[in-house]
């Protein structure tokens, strides 16, 4: 798991944080509690839950890493059942492809086009339930046909065409940059306007069920 | 009594403990100070540990850190507190300087609390604070031996002064 448990951020072939010093986080403090920051709005169909849940989860992922699929179905979809069905978390998913991964930015179109017929999970579920099969062959559609109407898969084609869902991925990005995310997937928890990156590569179901606990218990 | 002479050696000694128990404290700080699960977190990403041993540590450590900090501060149980401050950086040591290599360093150090990133920089300080706690450990050995030879040498030189008076 050592050296493969996370996607670093790349730039030109070499690690790079992508952009330091923007205002909501200080300087030098990635992973710094920031007291007062208050969660970017997220575009609704990407996010789950209530928007007044006291907790809100940011999700940096790239559909291409395996890591972030592990952390999607090993801990997210329990978080989705136990905190966030139950109002207790504001789930946000955030678009953050590599630029190691050739169809990460391809299929993080398809699924911002989803969210536009109100399908996003279905497709987030089908993209990391197929990763390994689209990430060799490049065949996406394929893959996220299987989640959507005939009907739903024309507009979505459409839109991915269109290049209209390509703003919604780069605010995502611009996002991340703003948070100093150095890599994939970076989880961010707001709560009661202090922000908190968690240890990256270290989220497990059960350690952020005590660490939601604890803050719920606030 | 007689009075306690300040060298240098004392003087650097004093430093040099306050210093790193002045470290231990603030790492146990910034541990204490957020909820223990961001520190297990921490301790998870190097993925070399079973999860009920990732919660004890992230529950314990930063109190043993306190502990050995206020210990080194007070230079009370000075041999013991210096080993166990060097055994600690040193397995600290080992642990980063393995997933460094591995290329592992997009994780976070978890040195003082939730932020600082694995690198090379956290490896040298690691190293540095290691070398320091290390040469206080072999000090406070040294001094101590230095003071159990002393009684044994007065009464020797006192001998060795009534023997010379008894010679004239």
């Known amino acids: 798991m050592v050296g493969t448990s ?30 007062a920051a208050k969660p970017a709005a997220a575009q ?5 839950g209530s928007i007044s849940a006291p907790i809100t989860m940011e999700v940096f992922s790239d559909f291409q890493c395996p890591s ?6 090993n801990t997210l979809r329990a978080v989705i059942a136990n905190y966030v069905l139950p109002g207790k978390v504001y789930l946000v998913h955030r678009d953050m492809p590599l630029a190691m991964h050739p169809y990460a930015r391809e299929a993080a179109r398809y699924a911002n086009a989803a969210a536009h017929v109100g399908k996003f999970e279905q497709v987030v579920d089908v993209l990391y ?33 269109s290049g209209k869902v390509d703003a919604a991925i780069d605010k995502d990005v611009s996002i991340g940059q703003m948070f100093q995310v150095r890599s994939t997937p970076t989880v961010i928890i707001t709560h009661k306007g202090q922000t908190t990156p968690l240890p990256p590569g270290g989220v497990n179901y059960s350690l952020l069920k005590q660490y939601l606990d604890h803050l719920l218990r606030q | 009594m007689s009075p306690v002479k300040f060298s240098s050696g004392r003087a650097v000694l004093l430093l040099t403990r306050c210093a790193l128990g002045g470290v231990f404290l ?4 910034t541990k ?42 007070a230079g009370w149980a000075l041999r013991m507190a210096a080993t166990i401050a060097s055994i600690l950086l040193a397995g600290f040591f080992a642990v980063m300087l393995r997933s460094f290599l591995a290329g592992n360093t997009g994780i976070d150090c978890g ?9 090379g920089q956290t490896l040298l300080r690691d190293a540095a604070l290691g070398m320091l706690s290390f040469g206080l450990t072999l000090a406070a050995f040294r001094e101590n031996k230095n003071r159990a030879d ?9 001998a060795a002064g009534e023997a010379g008076e008894t010679a004239k």
Do not use: D
């Open chain 1, 6 to 35: 996370m996607h670093r951020i790349l730039k030109g072939g070499s690690t790079a944080l992508l952009a330091v010093g923007l205002s909501a986080t200080p300087a030098g403090a990635q992973g710094a509690s920031t007291a």
């Open chain 1, 44 to 48: 609704p169909s990407k996010a789950l």
């Open chain 1, 68 to 73: 972030c699929r592990e952390l999607y179905q």
């Open chain 1, 129 to 161: 339930a197929t990763q390994a099969a689209w990430s060799a062959s490049g065949k996406i559609e394929e893959a996220v046909a299987a989640a959507l109407t005939p009907k739903e898969m024309q507009r979505v084609r459409k839109l991915v065409k």
């Open chain 2, 26 to 29: 603030y790492a146990a700080w």
């Open chain 2, 32 to 73: 204490l100070s957020q909820p223990w699960a961001l520190f297990a977190m921490s301790i998870n990403a190097y993925q070399l540990l079973p999860e009920w041993s990732v919660t004890l540590l992230a529950r314990t450590l930063p109190w043993a850190e306190l502990a050995l900090g206020a210990l080194l501060i």
């Open chain 2, 111 to 119: 040195c003082f609390g939730v932020g600082e990133a694995l690198s």
């Open chain 2, 150 to 158: 002393a009684p044994a040498a007065q009464p020797a030189a006192f």
